[in-house]
């Protein structure tokens, strides 16, 4: 199976208004190149100076996704970059990315990570701590960023059962939280990805992040 093939495959199984983000972390420009031949202009990077590299060697009508752990001193890098930063996993982040904005005179575009995961190696707000934040409308604090939605990613594990209350407990959290802040660009929830886009496109996904079933194993 070629990118093409793969991408054909997904693009049928992926509704209109569901965004796929190619995950091309740790794959070259050439296969970025492919899907982007195909039509593809939305990429998924986690790494700082990757993001960088693929940025200035590809076309520039690709909007770049950060989906990786962003340390603070990171941030200038990335904020000028991503057309959106999934993996904002604090107020301390958000603090930075915020700042980071005001100088390059932008707005960022960021998801609030959420942790739901069994996995204590996986990051993010936990749901209780995003309510809090909401409550007391955190935001405000942060006037040079957009909080777009939520982000997550569920534990890795072969019981779709579990992955699917995990995933709608988010997207539950997910209505809780734009009901609340009505923010007219809180819009967004990202989550699925190679082995549970479906679960998460049922669940009310609006962007899946899938890299091994485009690009193959890392
Ligand atoms: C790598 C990665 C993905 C893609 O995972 P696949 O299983 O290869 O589809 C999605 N989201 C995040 C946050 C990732 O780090």
């Not at 050439?30 to 993001?51: N, T, V």
């Not at 076309?59 to 904002?88: C, E, M």
């Not at 997207?171 to 479906?198: I, K, N, V």
């Amino acid at each position: 199976m070629t990118i093409a093939d793969n991408i054909r495959r997904l693009r049928q199984q992926i509704p209109d208004h569901v965004r796929l983000i190619c995950v091309s972390k740790f794959h070259p420009a050439d296969a970025i190149k492919a899907a982007y031949d195909c039509g593809e202009r939305l990429f998924g990077e986690s790494h700082a100076q990757e993001l960088t590299a693929k940025y200035d060697a590809l076309p520039r009508d690709i909007a770049w996704h950060f989906i990786g752990s962003l340390q603070t001193n990171k941030v200038k890098y990335v904020v000028p970059r991503a057309a959106l930063i999934h993996s904002v996993d604090s107020e301390r982040l958000l603090a930075a990315i915020d700042r980071c904005a005001e100088r390059n005179n932008l707005t960022a575009n960021v998801l609030l990570e959420i942790h739901i995961a069994r996995e204590s190696t996986k990051h993010g707000f936990a749901p209780d701590e995003a309510r809090t934040f909401f409550a007391r409308r955190g935001w405000e604090q942060f006037p040079h960023t957009h909080i777009c939605g939520l982000m997550t990613m569920g534990t890795a594990t072969d019981d779709r059962t579990q992955t699917r209350a995990e995933l709608h407990q988010v997207r539950s959290l997910f209505d809780e939280l734009r009901q609340q802040c009505a923010l007219p660009y809180f819009t967004e929830l990202s989550m699925g990805m190679s082995d549970d886009f479906d679960i998460a496109i049922d669940e009310g996904s609006t962007m899946v992040r899938i890299g091994t079933a485009i690009f193959g194993a890392r």
